[in-house]
């Protein structure tokens, strides 16, 4: 069992737990998540990390409730427990791979949408704490769903606010701010942005037209976190790949986005994934190596 530590609602519907789970800590990097089970015969929940420390042996996740699953969990409170809390799984994000001197020469711009936030903190962190400033634009619909402010601006190079409704911070969608400070003079050599997949094509959309290389985390997508259930499939550069197993990071000028939330709406019904695992054939799912799934 994984005890709850410390448990809160940020914000309406969004909640964040301090989980006890060193193993998990002692081996993840940002970018990865988890798959948690509230008892043994709940649904699979994938999680992406919020915060680890690896010294206390905790994992913090920041969580929305969607649907049944999440519901129970938003119910959860200090000194409650997890059935399962597996990982880390997904491979960690791109930046962890490079030399730091290297990257210290770059100019890196993270934009984060709604709860893409959470997964988007231990990225700067990483990098702050190794002396990398890194600009930051978060975006919410409005400031009352706005998470994390303080804690990303304590590792933010600097911090850009933005509210759909202009009740907080610069006004308008996240891809007017790109677009302000890329007028405003300045210069990004990669972008890196995570949350709904909408907001994440018009900003690939954006940062093509700009000509700023950008990466996508495609956790929004994932269901099973084992590439089996052929929830997370997707299309990048004409090739099928599975977020939990693949990714969850891609190229996103490459992404067909299109594809993906069509397959999001679809993959809802138990008809529509019978559709699909017709439709698409030994491609519908991969991780298993012998379906045809990861060619």
């Not at 043994?40 to 919020?50: D, H, K, Q, V």
């Not at 601006?153 to 610069?170: I, K, M, P, Q």
């Amino acid at each position: 069992m994984y005890r709850i530590l410390e448990a809160k609602e940020l914000t309406s519907n969004i909640y964040y737990m301090v989980v006890e789970a060193k193993r998990v800590a002692k081996a993840c990097q940002p970018g990865q998540f988890v798959i948690v089970r509230t008892d043994e015969n709940s649904e699979r929940i994938p999680l992406t990390i919020c915060d680890y420390d690896r010294e206390k042996g905790t994992i913090t996740i920041v969580f929305q409730v969607v649907g049944a699953g999440t519901e129970v969990m938003a119910h959860l409170g200090e000194g409650d427990a997890f059935h399962d809390f597996v990982g880390p799984l997904g491979c960690p994000s791109d930046l962890v791979k490079e030399d730091v001197e290297d990257l210290k020469k770059k100019s890196i711009l993270f934009v984060a949408g709604g709860v893409g936030t959470a997964p988007v903190y231990p990225q700067v962190k990483w990098l702050h704490e190794r002396g990398i400033a890194a600009d930051v634009i978060v975006g919410a619909k409005t400031k009352d769903l706005l998470i994390l402010e303080k804690e990303m601006a304590s590792v933010a190079g600097n911090l850009y606010v933005t509210t759909d409704d202009g009740s907080y911070g610069r006004s308008g969608m996240v891809t007017q701010t790109i677009t302000d400070l890329v007028n405003e003079g300045k210069h990004y050599d990669v972008c890196i942005a995570i949350g709904p997949m909408i907001m994440m094509k018009f900003v690939c959309k954006l940062t093509k037209e700009l000509n700023i290389p950008t990466v996508v985390s495609l956790n929004p997508i994932m269901v099973d976190g084992t590439g089996m259930c052929g929830a997370c499939r997707v299309t990048v550069g004409g090739k099928v790949k599975f977020a939990c197993v693949d990714g969850p990071e891609f190229d996103g000028h490459q992404v067909n986005f299109d594809e993906a939330m069509q397959r999001q709406q679809i993959y809802k019904t138990a008809e529509g994934r019978a559709f699909l695992a017709a439709k698409e054939g030994n491609t519908h799912h991969g991780g298993c190596g012998n379906c045809g799934g990861n060619d």
